[in-house]
């Protein structure tokens, strides 16, 4: 964690944080030291997105203050209580409940994550058939423990990240393939494993077709809008130039705001592209899940197109389940 206080006594209070961020709009704050107190109050209702940070012109993380603050409200005399309402969701993800290694006895393994496989469960086992069938390359279905870490849960969220490094070892893995955007972030920072993103492993392996759709937009993840490796790889498998859409901070599940913030979640959907010939791609899960829940049809995730299996919707419908049923694949 970072000292929260250094960080923020570099804040100008110029206002480009807040011009930026419907969170700090809606409670009239910044990050200078005049707000912590406030700041820490509203911890949870922060999307964690990064835009801060974007716009910043001395690149102040409030992402990474405001995780600091909720490790402050976890942590108390030493112990680490989980917040109000996220019991189960740490209960699930501390030591991942539905992990399967069954497809892990190969030396490079697709890293499916927990939610692409919950909302996209017939385009995962598509994607886990292909690779290991072609190229050698086994599945691990798996959470990378980032939501953990994300509630201020840092103890148990190195814990977390242990057991699952140790995991990895004990089946001789020495590369893993991420499929979700945040999964990819959080492991390059945080272990030492070579973590590739499965993009950047199709265009290793010279495959993967050109999208060629005259009205595309591409929704840019959160975790990646900082140095937008994901972006440019997706760029390249489009035949034209492909709009980015700028307007819109997250999709709504950053943080774990939503279950603090509803309205604020919602009002993010409402900001993207309209109309039927409008297609909208994402590469994170998470982000084409919540859209489609929230009424947006035109939204795809990209790795179908590119790989050449057919289209699935997000299923928002038995995500809970798809994920459970991961244990068993």
Request: with cysteine; aromatic share 10%.
């Amino acid at each position: 964690m970072i000292d929260y206080r250094k960080e923020m006594e570099k804040c100008t209070q110029c206002g480009e944080c807040t011009a930026h961020c419907t969170f700090l709009q809606k409670y009239h704050l910044d990050f200078s030291l005049q707000q912590i107190e406030r700041l820490k109050e509203l911890s949870y209702s922060c999307f964690l997105c990064g835009t801060c940070k974007i716009h910043c012109p001395e690149a102040i993380d409030g992402s990474e203050i405001m995780q600091a603050l909720r490790a402050e409200c976890v942590n108390i005399d030493g112990q680490e209580f989980v917040p109000t309402g996220f019991e189960k969701m740490i209960e699930e993800k501390a030591d991942y409940l539905y992990k399967n290694y069954h497809y892990a006895n190969q030396k490079s393994v697709i890293f499916m994550g927990c939610n692409f496989p919950a909302y996209f469960p017939k385009t995962a086992r598509r994607i886990s058939e292909y690779f290991l069938k072609y190229y050698q390359i086994g599945t691990v279905y798996e959470c990378c423990g980032k939501p953990i870490m994300d509630l201020g849960l840092s103890k148990k969220a190195e814990k977390s990240l242990d057991q699952l490094i140790e995991r990895m070892r004990s089946h001789q893995i020495e590369e893993v393939i991420t499929v979700c955007p945040n999964c990819d972030s959080y492991l390059k920072k945080n272990s030492s494993m070579r973590v590739v993103t499965i993009l950047q492993k199709i265009k290793e392996l010279k495959i993967g077709n050109p999208i060629d759709y005259k009205d595309a937009y591409i929704f840019q993840a959160c975790p990646d809008r900082e140095k937008g490796e994901w972006m440019e790889l997706v760029q390249d498998f489009f035949s034209q130039k492909v709009q980015r859409i700028e307007t819109i901070q997250c999709c709504g599940l950053g943080g774990c705001a939503k279950a603090k913030e509803p309205e604020l979640a919602r009002g993010f959907t409402d900001q993207l592209p309209k109309g039927s010939n409008k297609r909208i791609y994402t590469y994170c899960a998470s982000c084409a899940g919540n859209f489609r829940r929230n009424g947006c049809t035109n939204v795809r995730h990209i790795l179908p197109e590119i790989l050449g299996l057919r289209f699935e919707e997000a299923d928002i419908q038995h995500n809970g389940e798809n994920r459970k049923d991961t244990k068993n694949w």
